[in-house]
DNA sequence: TTGTAAGCGTTATCAT
DNA sequence: ATGATAACGCTTACAA
């Protein structure tokens, strides 16, 4: 069926270390040159492929990374995968990645563990937001070195996060200088918290500046941009008076939003300005581009992985929590002058 | 460090074999329910969980489902893999992703072998296309089945696709009904071929209406929106007579065309209508929503993960080569009536 | 009802 | 320079 070392090994009546000795070519491998042309002549011709998983199986080193995540299709995490990918293979490892709905983490969580994994790449922002992932890492048996990624609350030993709060302090600013006072904070309900920091930093900001703080919970639809869209539409039909600029937790967020907004013909960012979060591609080719926050993605899975391989190597070195600055990106949907 | 069932069983006093039965719960499993209840107990005291790369190399069935895909974080191939995952889990087997950029597809593609694979699902559309498809197959050794996906013309035995006939007939006939005559098509150079049916319908239409054919070459940039949007402008700029209709293969090129038109100040769809491909669901949220073509992911994940799995139970059924109708989804940005 | 032993495909440590 | 053997953690006949 599969081409084994045994079987070449037979083939050639030699035996299997011998065999695996040169393909594995360590440069000390003491075999004569015949043996070893002959050997590769013939594990070309029959087609032979090491077994990644008897290779894993084997010990101490099975070049399994793991990268836990949020399932759904959202645009974030798969550019994040992506950069993530990249930097793994090129150090001759490989990436595995699981994902878990909402409703099942710990399941999901288990399952990973199931496998070799030498270290493991865990998105926690979601899943702490209840308190899960304290129970995640305190499992029984054992659990290999963990890295989390882009939540700055994480109550992992090792975190890279995102630090909002220039960036965020700068879009409030820009908003304001832009004539803008009912500045809106759009999330997902279980956003609206003291940890959540881009929360925190506008409830803050509002308060000094004695703004009355608005609040748009997106919920319901399909999708998030369909859930915005119609808390958007919502909102537009029954609140008096409406905010004058709204900050999206994320850019699919801004999307639904602007999209109502559009429908009512409402002007973006005529009467209402909109920022996003994330800068995600395609937000810079609306008709309005989108302002939004941009996170150092790329940055932060290098710093991330190589955080998770000084733990592989050396687990006992201090923690290492590190905030990576996000930026404001200002485009067309927050501008005050840019004609509408 | 890790625990193991030997671990389980000396702690007992039991043998292994006893705790992998326990374990395994195989309803037939003749163990005494007091034994059973130890096993299950210090199993979960112990923290113990399956090694799921041993049950993997163990033997015939390693539960693992490799899915052969272009890397890039392109919006559709995430929307699949979701779709796959949930059928694939849903049947207790575990998918595995696996990326390959187009220069080294061939790696890519032996690197997945060397998993202990009992399937592949391949979105071989982009690997035909320079005929090393083919070559891909015809390596030497075990070679598991395989189910390609997304590529009518695929030259593998088994394969769902998409049938645009219908569709992009459709399309085509609404572009004219609305008064366009001008009708271009865009899309990555690679794509202008007969063997690309979208475009050979296209050629074989504008050919019987006597319309002039206008090829858009998609290239340059570093995402594909952003190739396409330069691309349009220099388009813009050089072009003596611009097309009225523009169909883009995809929609991240329909959005990178939108947005050129709209920074030239042209009226989508006023003086030039555009649609797209794929039906991404961001397109629907654009000031123009843009007129699409609607492919049954869903449907055709499900019925390759069907095939795959018949293939695997029994190899020697006759080929299936399925083809699924895509659908013409049309919104503002190819309506002549919409006021710009 | 439970234990023994072989085997999956590797790699690595010993002999020879 | 090469071969025999053990080990990784598991499943599964077969033996007791």
């Known amino acids: 069926m599969r081409v084994t070392i045994k079987e070449i090994a037979k083939e050639l009546g030699l035996s299997h270390s011998t065999v695996s000795r040169v393909l594995n070519d360590r440069q000390n491998a003491l075999v004569s040159d015949t043996t070893r042309d002959r050997i590769v002549a013939t594990a070309h011709n029959m087609g032979y492929r090491p077994n990644r998983i008897a290779q894993a199986l084997k010990g101490d080193h099975s070049g399994l990374i793991g990268v836990f995540m949020p399932e759904g299709h959202e645009y974030f995490f798969n550019e994040v995968l992506f950069h993530l990918r990249r930097l793994i293979e090129r150090d001759e490892h490989e990436l595995i990645p699981f994902t878990c709905s909402d409703l099942q983490v710990e399941s999901s969580w288990l399952k990973l563990l199931r496998w070799d994994l030498e270290g493991i790449l865990v998105f926690d922002y979601l899943l702490f937001v209840d308190g899960l992932g304290q129970a995640l890492m305190h499992h029984r048996g054992?659990?290999?070195?963990?890295?989390?990624?882009?939540?700055?609350?994480?109550?992992?030993?090792?975190?890279?996060?995102?630090?909002?709060?220039?960036?965020?302090?700068?879009?409030?600013?820009?908003?304001?200088?832009?004539?803008?006072?009912?500045?809106?904070?759009?999330?997902?309900?279980?956003?609206?918290?003291?940890?959540?920091?881009?929360?925190?930093?506008?409830?803050?900001?509002?308060?000094?500046?004695?703004?009355?703080?608005?609040?748009?919970?997106?919920?319901?639809?399909?999708?998030?941009?369909?859930?915005?869209?119609?808390?958007?539409?919502?909102?537009?039909?029954?609140?008096?008076?409406?905010?004058?600029?709204?900050?999206?937790?994320?850019?699919?967020?801004?999307?639904?939003?602007?999209?109502?907004?559009?429908?009512?013909?409402?002007?973006?960012?005529?009467?209402?300005?909109?920022?996003?979060?994330?800068?995600?591609?395609?937000?810079?080719?609306?008709?309005?581009?989108?302002?939004?926050?941009?996170?150092?993605?790329?940055?932060?899975?290098?710093?991330?992985?190589?955080?998770?391989?000084?733990?592989?190597?050396?687990?006992?070195?201090?923690?290492v929590k590190r905030l990576l600055e996000a930026s404001l990106t200002i485009r067309a949907s927050s501008r005050r002058t840019v004609s509408d």
């Not at 509002?206 to 748009?216: F, G, K, T």
């Not at 639809?221 to 905010?243: F, I, K, V």
């Open 142 to 319: 054992f659990v290999p070195p963990v890295v989390g990624l882009f939540n700055s609350t994480s109550q992992l030993d090792d975190f890279v996060a995102i630090d909002f709060n220039t960036a965020m302090k700068s879009l409030l600013n820009h908003f304001v200088d832009g004539g803008y006072h009912r500045i809106a904070y759009a999330a997902a309900p279980g956003s609206f918290q003291p940890v959540e920091q881009r929360f925190a930093i506008y409830s803050e900001f509002v308060q000094r500046l004695a703004m009355r703080p608005i609040h748009i919970h997106i919920k319901g639809g399909t999708t998030l941009c369909e859930s915005a869209r119609l808390s958007a539409l919502s909102l537009l039909s029954n609140m008096p008076e409406l905010p004058d600029a709204i900050f999206c937790q994320n850019d699919e967020i801004a999307l639904g939003v602007y999209r109502a907004l559009r429908e009512r013909n409402v002007a973006v960012p005529g009467e209402v300005a909109i920022a996003g979060c994330d800068n995600i591609p395609f937000m810079a080719y609306l008709d309005q581009p989108l302002t939004t926050l941009t996170l150092p993605v790329q940055e932060a899975c290098k710093i991330a992985w190589e955080t998770l391989q000084h733990r592989i190597s050396s687990p006992d070195q201090p923690h």
